[in-house]
């Protein structure tokens, strides 16, 4: 019991003195009165005590739950979109006005002039995505002749019969050349690869000399 009821109970009880009977039950109203209180402040800690314990526990299988997937998802690389494929499963259909298709497809992409045939195919994959475009190439500089063609495509396609070659590699101006090269009689082949901004660039050519690799990355990267 607290000092100030105390007080208040002293002084009630002077006032009825003279009634037994009264000071009896005045003493029994105060005792339950202070009893009620304790117990309404006991039921009141009890309750927020077990609020907070569901609540922590509301917490805790929430992040049980959603913590895995977050971490999951922050492990696991984002898509890159990147596609595997070969050559022969894609679509190919002739290109009668490359500069014109160039314009209709915004293809970025470099190519060669003076080395072209003027024969040129598009690549389409199996959902009639665009995939690149190929040029046929006859080049006669120095009396050396080139022959072959260059096979433009987008970078986040990985063509796996090429990139699967044995190739060396080699770098100029901070870009990886991977090349292969071997003698055929008079003749050398040669298959040439790279990225630059955005695409691939492949060659695959006969030549009458076995120097051809800074030659026709330069004439698409300068």
């Not at 050349?177 to 492949?202: D, N």
Request: proline share 1%; hydrophobic share 35%.
């Amino acid at each position: 019991m607290k000092n100030k009821e105390k007080r208040e109970l002293g002084k009630q009880l002077f006032r009825d003195k003279g009634n037994k009977e009264r000071t009896v039950n005045l003493c029994s109203e105060i005792l339950d009165e202070n009893s009620s209180r304790k117990n309404e402040m006991k039921f009141n800690f009890k309750l927020s005590i077990i609020s907070a314990i569901c609540v922590l526990t509301v917490i805790a299988v929430v992040l049980a739950v959603v913590l895995p997937i977050y971490f999951n998802e922050s492990d696991t690389p984002m898509e890159d979109n990147q596609f595997y494929c070969e050559q022969s499963e894609l679509k190919k259909y002739i290109v009668d006005d490359p500069q014109l298709f160039y314009e209709e497809n915004k293809l970025s992409c470099r190519y060669l002039i003076e080395q072209s045939t003027g024969l040129w195919w598009a690549y389409y994959d199996a959902d009639n995505s665009l995939v690149g475009v190929e040029q046929e190439i006859l080049a006669f500089d120095d009396e050396v002749i080139d022959t072959g063609i260059l096979l433009i495509y987008y970078s986040n396609y990985t063509m796996t019969n090429i990139e699967e070659i044995v190739f060396s590699v080699m770098e100029k101006d901070g870009i990886k050349i991977s090349y292969a090269t071997s003698e055929r009689g008079a003749k050398y082949s040669h298959e040439i690869l790279f990225e630059f901004e955005g695409y691939k660039y492949y060659f695959k050519l006969t030549s009458s000399s076995d120097d051809v690799i800074e030659k026709y990355f330069d004439l698409i990267t300068k």
